[in-house]
């Protein structure tokens, strides 16, 4: 892929979301753009910095980062593509995953197509989408809802709505939580649902650990596996006939 020849764009450009996982996870199509674009915007530097230094493609030093992220003000917008109004492509890097899923680079994107310029998504791995595919559960009809609320009656509450919501829908409930609270988020889908809802926990995807399995409620009785600071993709289905 020879890039210098391409009129500016937007490469969406995925992560690593398990360690140690550069050599089969990250294509060669990714590769390629990382090593012909010079300016990115990311959440973080440092991280960043680190995963591009792992390939082992090129001098991070010669690289342009910029911050983006949620708190990033639109006023900033002007300086962050600013690349692209000399002609130079521009790369959105994930901290995990892919951009524009659960990440706040769908608002560049979004000012990217508001301007006429290219964006190109790149193949890469979605915890979302993996833990999706893995569960059995219903990819053709699903909502995802970022992180559930951490008080413990607005958390059983917002539980039982999204077990209520898959048992009218046949739709399949999916968010996530903090790691250290991995343990706690299991228990109160086991404490609050119906005994035949399937849950499934997607923990440390892509990694030698990985760990895909899917239930129901009362076959995961005393049967949890440990993601206790552990990455976890939470899946729920309901079934109308059983609740």
Request: charged share 25%.
């Amino acid at each position: 892929m020879d890039l210098s020849d391409a009129s500016a764009q937007i490469y969406l450009i995925p992560c690593i979301i398990a360690p140690g996982t550069q050599k089969v996870i990250i294509s060669e199509q990714i590769r390629q753009v990382i090593l012909e674009v010079d300016h990115y915007l990311v959440e973080n530097i440092r991280t960043a910095r680190r995963f591009i230094s792992s390939l082992k493609l090129r001098d991070v030093s010669e690289i342009d980062f910029k911050v983006f992220d949620k708190k990033t003000s639109s006023s900033k917008l002007d300086e962050l593509l600013a690349p692209l109004k000399t002609g130079k492509s521009l790369g959105i890097l994930s901290e995990a995953g892919c951009p524009s899923i659960a990440d706040p680079g769908n608002m560049v994107v979004s000012i990217a197509h508001r301007l006429g310029y290219r964006v190109v998504p790149l193949s890469g791995p979605s915890s979302i989408i993996l833990a999706l595919m893995g569960s059995g559960l219903n990819g053709q009809h699903f909502e995802f809802h970022g992180y559930l609320p951490i008080d413990k009656t607005l958390r059983m509450k917002k539980i039982k709505q999204l077990e209520k919501e898959s048992s009218k829908t046949g739709k399949c409930q999916i968010f996530m939580e903090t790691p250290y609270r991995n343990q706690v988020m299991a228990e109160s889908l086991l404490g609050h649902c119906d005994a035949n809802t399937a849950i499934c926990f997607a923990v440390n995807l892509t990694s030698k650990e990985e760990i895909i399995q899917t239930k129901t409620v009362k076959d995961w009785s005393g049967k949890l596996p440990d993601m206790h600071k552990k990455p976890v993709i939470f899946l729920m289905q309901a079934y109308s006939n059983q609740i």
